[in-house]
């Protein structure tokens, strides 16, 4: 877990997955862990529906690799 060695970190994933990833982050002391959560699904859509769910999440990102 980068995180906690002081590695900033981002979990991306489906709002599917929403309550796991915020239960696995809880669960693992990470509370603050930034999700970027885009609309389900992301299997088997075409590359520029994947770019345009990334850009919806871009800015989650960004800040939460680049806080200090």
Do not use: C
């Amino acid at each position: 877990m980068l995180e906690q060695h002081g590695i900033p970190t981002v979990v991306m994933g489906t709002k599917e997955f929403e309550t796991l990833a915020t239960l696995e982050a809880r669960n693992r002391g990470l509370a603050d862990l930034p999700l970027a959560l885009i609309p389900h699904p992301l299997g088997g859509i075409r590359e520029e529906e994947v770019v345009r769910k990334a850009d919806l999440v871009i800015d989650i990102v960004v800040r939460a690799v680049t806080k200090a």
